[in-house]
């Protein structure tokens, strides 16, 4: 019988030794390291609080800091917005649905690769499809070198982002909606209650957890972007589409400056944890789990 209760330890033992070693491990890891001069090649030298010093003097880092909230405020409302509609309109009992569900999820699972190959034919300047259609059709005779433009690199990010990742919030919304009883939604009928009245009386007051759960998952993976960036622009041009993530990278694998990249590393870190914060600081007043 002793035995017995030890058993279900055993077996979360290889789990919690995976979270420790493989998750907690670097993060401490790179805690240590954004104390130190470290560049690979050589020991770390310990250098107190100076990463951290020279990031918050350096002009660069407060311009990608503000790239990073930009990119953000266009991809979180952005994404979570298509992924509702969209999911709102594959919400439907018809024949052939599940082909439009999976349609709208291929994005998501696409390598970012091809998705940077087809998008970076889409916004080329001179060829590109979306400044041909902005030329012929808007009369748009000077249309904007979207990936060349740092007033439009980023913007053009963020689209290309959205398309991609939408699917993913979709089907979280999706399952959302299937789990609001039918019933709610035939007593509003009898009471006369039109489409827009049920969804901003019904469906909206009961997605509200799911729309609070998908908001801070949208919000941490619009502060850590980094493939979309890697793959269309490189940061360019001068910083201007470069992202907290990718300046990470810059420094760790570029520059060799690897406690700088890991300094910089724990202050994206607090950013994001700080937006989490408030974010549930602000639940009790933004979702109902109830009508």
Not at 31 to 39: E, I, T
Not at 104 to 124: D, G, R
Request: zero cysteines; proline letters at 4%.
């Amino acid at each position: 019988m002793r035995y017995g209760k030890l058993t279900p330890y055993l077996f979360l033992t290889p789990m919690i030794l995976g979270l420790l070693i493989f998750r907690l491990g670097p993060v401490v890891a790179a805690m240590l390291a954004g104390f130190s001069h470290w560049n690979i090649q050589t020991s770390p030298e310990l250098v107190g609080l100076a990463n951290y010093v020279e990031a918050l003097q350096s002009d660069v880092f407060w311009q990608v800091t503000k790239n990073t909230v930009v990119f953000a405020l266009f991809f979180v409302p952005g994404a979570m917005f298509l992924a509702m509609a969209m999911a709102l309109l594959v919400n439907q009992k018809l024949r052939g649905i599940s082909f439009f569900r999976g349609l709208f999820f291929l994005p998501y699972i696409t390598a970012m690769v091809a998705v940077a190959m087809v998008w970076k034919w889409i916004f080329a300047t001179r060829f590109g499809i979306l400044n041909h259609v902005l030329r012929t059709f808007f009369s748009v005779s000077d249309p904007p070198a979207w990936l060349a433009d740092a007033q439009w690199a980023l913007f053009a990010l963020a689209i290309v982002a959205i398309w991609k990742t939408a699917g993913f919030q979709m089907l979280i919304f999706l399952a959302g909606l299937q789990g609001i009883p039918s019933s709610l939604y035939e007593a509003a009928v009898m009471d006369g209650a039109n489409r827009r009245s049920q969804f901003f009386r019904i469906t909206l007051p009961l997605m509200s957890p799911v729309i609070f759960f998908v908001f801070i998952i949208t919000a941490i993976d619009a502060f850590k972007t980094f493939d979309v960036t890697y793959a269309m622009t490189g940061g360019g041009p001068n910083f201007a589409s470069t992202t907290l993530a990718y300046l990470i990278y810059l420094n760790a694998f570029t520059y060799g400056r690897m406690g700088y990249a890991s300094a910089l590393a724990m202050l994206l870190l607090i950013l994001v944890a700080a937006t989490t914060l408030i974010s549930f600081r602000l639940k009790d007043r933004l979702v109902e789990y109830s009508l």
